[in-house]
Nanobody, 120 residues
Framework: VQLQASGGGLVQAGGSLRLSCAAS????????MGWFRQAPGKEREFVAS???????YYEGSVKGRFTISRDNVKNTVYLQMNSLKPEDTAVYYC???????????????WGQGTLVTVSS
């Protein structure tokens, strides 16, 4: 599975962005997909995941603000980010694996990352 993330940019606090991650390969619909982020000087952290059948899970600080979704026809996973805060500033990575989890080390496939900058 190859992943291509897009949609990052500069936004003011309180604004919204939608990230997309396009996947190649015929097995996309059977994979869990996730979003992680890495801020400067910090470790990569889990943001959200969606299982092959649509079950979702969120990191606490984004719950209620971010929504992960997937379109198995378009082989794309999305991360809708609302009410953005400066602390959401990071490079966002999409990931794919047979099993969803919050540990980035367990995910097999990674996109190249897209930068989200939230100004105060």
């Amino acid at each position: 599975v190859q992943l291509q993330a897009s949609g990052g940019g500069l936004v003011q606090a309180g604004g919204s962005l939608r990230l997309s991650c396009a996947a190649s390969g015929r097995t996309f619909s059977s994979y869990a997909m996730g979003w992680f982020r890495q801020a400067p000087g910090k470790e990569r952290e889990f943001v959200a995941s969606i299982s092959w059948n649509g079950g979702t899970y969120y990191e606490g600080s984004v719950k209620g603000r971010f929504t992960i979704s997937r379109d198995n026809v378009k082989n794309t996973v999305y991360l809708q980010m609302n009410s953005l805060k400066p602390e959401d500033t990071a490079v966002y990575y999409c990931a794919g694996d047979r099993w969803a989890g919050t540990d980035s080390r367990t995910w097999d496939y990674w996109g190249q990352g897209t930068l989200v900058t939230v100004s105060s």
